[in-house]
């Protein structure tokens, strides 16, 4: 019997007993299609590219995938704090207004 557990608060749950809810998410770089061009793909695209990592090496930051693709697990409490707020703008809020 497979394992699950909630990736949000940790909770088990067993296969076929509990109700678990499964969250998909992909994130990827969007541009318009119709910008895309020869000269995009040429040297100065390069250029601009390794220049962006450079940037992005000195501020000592990994540079984010252009696209990811996730899977979480999610108990029914999880899952109902998700979908009233996906992406934890509350929680966001919250600590903004600590600071
Ligand atoms: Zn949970």
């Given at each position: 019997m497979k394992h699950y557990s909630c990736?949000?608060?940790g909770k088990d749950l067993a296969d076929g007993l509990a109700a678990r809810f499964v969250l998909q998410m992909e994130v990827f770089a969007a541009h318009d299609p119709a910008e895309i061009n020869e000269c995009d793909l040429g040297d100065d695209h390069l250029e601009e590219m390794?220049?962006?990592l450079r940037e992005a090496e000195e501020m000592d930051l990994e540079p984010a995938p252009a696209f990811k693709k996730m899977r979480f697990d999610m108990c029914p409490s999880c899952h109902r704090k998700f979908l009233a707020d996906p992406l934890s703008r509350e929680a966001q809020k919250f600590d903004f207004?600590?600071?």
């Amino acid at each position: 019997m497979k394992h699950y557990s909630c990736d949000l608060c940790g909770k088990d749950l067993a296969d076929g007993l509990a109700a678990r809810f499964v969250l998909q998410m992909e994130v990827f770089a969007a541009h318009d299609p119709a910008e895309i061009n020869e000269c995009d793909l040429g040297d100065d695209h390069l250029e601009e590219m390794g220049q962006l990592l450079r940037e992005a090496e000195e501020m000592d930051l990994e540079p984010a995938p252009a696209f990811k693709k996730m899977r979480f697990d999610m108990c029914p409490s999880c899952h109902r704090k998700f979908l009233a707020d996906p992406l934890s703008r509350e929680a966001q809020k919250f600590d903004f207004s600590e600071n």
